[in-house]
């Protein structure tokens, strides 16, 4: 039975594989060649660019040309920086080695005129003493000579006031250095006139402190006191009214009264004590060599008949021990060179005030010159109205009078 079953699944596949399969044809379609234009389509970016707010300069070469002088410029300011550096070293050494000089100077001629005069004595006293005495009376004539050399040369070059003048030189050249590396770090660019400004200050002061004492030295006694001036002169400008920076009306009119205190009230005091510091200074000058000169001159005659000349020497040596300390001890050319300097200060200050040229912030400016003068804003204020006031009075006075 097994056997017929599987007889039976033969004949029925080969007989399903040998049926006939139909096939059917389709017509084939004639192709049609349609041909579509391209339309240029732009590839657009989807980048944001950032607008520029960049100044052109219609001439290229210009910007080329600023471009290339702005480090140089700065370079050279830093070789200004660097030269006013230099010269704060150079002021402040000078200034202590002349500082030693009038030191040095004042007790050797002290001690070289005092001890002239007491040899002077013992030859007064052992008048018939011989050799010895020619001896004593020799030495001390030649001590009174060099005695009087020595007070001469340190009346005519003051060691104190050209001291004096190298502290002050140190100072205003800090200052400056501090003003230049201010301005180095708070402007980009840099422009020629900024680098001729401190040329010109740097100038100003080398003229106004020289370092060298021949040829160059200032007048130790001038005809009249003059205030020092180590600025350069600035154009004058006519004044105007800056509301955007700090300035008003009213700021304006604060600082002219000012301005005029300053010159009609502090600068006139400091050179009537200038001139006073003056006159004192060329008497003692005068008077310091006169005194040893005598002394000298009196000491060769010492031994004669009488003896007058040896007390004329040992007065005229004691007088001019006293008036070389006077002089050099007190530094009265010290004294002068500080009014000298202050009188310059208040004709800076005056002239800044009037001037518009490069104006800073008002009330920075304000604050500045209240600190100068030592005083606060409201005392500065004061100062002012007080000024103003007085002004008027006078003005109405004097037109009821005429």
């Known amino acids: 039975m097994a056997s017929l079953q599987v007889s039976r699944l033969l004949l029925s596949s080969s007989s399903s594989c040998s049926r006939p399969k ?153 200052k400056l250095r501090n003003e230049i590396e201010m301005f180095l770090r708070e402007n980009e660019e840099i422009d020629e006139e900024d680098v001729k400004e401190a040329i010109q200050r740097v100038l100003g002061l080398d003229k106004a402190y020289p370092l060298p004492l021949i040829g160059t030295m200032l007048e130790k006694y001038p005809q009249e006191f003059k205030p020092a001036t180590w600025w350069p002169e600035n154009k004058r400008k006519t004044p105007k009214t800056d509301t955007a920076n700090g300035w008003s009306q009213e700021l304006e009119m604060e600082m002219k009264e000012v301005a005029h205190v300053v010159k009609s009230r502090d600068a006139e005091e400091y050179e009537k004590l200038g001139n006073v510091a ?46 070389n300390t006077l002089e050099h001890g007190g530094q009265v050319g010290m004294v002068f060179e500080m009014y000298r300097n202050s009188a310059g200060f208040f004709s800076l200050l005056e002239e800044t005030m009037k001037s518009t040229e490069k104006r800073e912030n008002g009330q920075v400016f304000e604050t500045k010159v209240a600190l100068k003068l030592g005083r606060s804003l409201s005392e500065l204020r004061d100062l002012a109205k007080r000024s103003n006031l007085s002004q008027v009075k006078a003005n109405e006075f004097a037109s009821k009078l005429f």
């Not at 080695?97 to 004042?106: A, G, I, P, T, V």
């Not at 007058?308 to 004691?318: D, K, P, R, Y």
């Open 278 to 323: 003056l006159k004192v200074n060329r008497f003692l000058a005068i008077s310091g060599p006169v005194l040893t000169g005598v002394s000298a001159v009196s000491s060769v005659f010492i031994g004669q008949d009488s003896g007058l000349a040896g007390i004329v020497a040992m007065t005229c040596a004691s007088l001019a021990a006293i008036v």
């Open 22 to 174: 139909a096939a059917v044809s389709i017509p084939k379609l004639p192709k049609f060649h349609v041909s579509i234009p391209k339309i240029p389509v732009k590839k657009q970016s989807l980048s944001v660019k950032e607008p520029s707010f960049e100044i052109k300069e219609s001439d290229p070469l210009s910007l080329k040309q600023k471009r290339d002088f702005d480090p140089i410029q700065r370079a050279r300011l830093n070789a200004v920086l660097e030269e006013v550096m230099d010269r704060i070293e150079m002021h402040k050494n000078i200034g202590d080695q002349r500082n030693n000089w009038n030191s040095l100077l004042l007790n050797s001629v002290n001690m070289i005129t005092l001890t002239a005069a007491l040899m002077a004595g013992i030859a007064v006293v052992n008048a018939n003493g011989g050799d010895s005495v020619t001896a004593v009376k020799i030495a001390s004539t030649v001590l009174l000579t060099s005695a009087t050399g020595f007070v001469a040369l340190m009346s005519k070059i003051q060691p104190s006031q050209l001291a004096e003048e190298q502290r002050n030189a140190t100072r205003l050249f800090k």
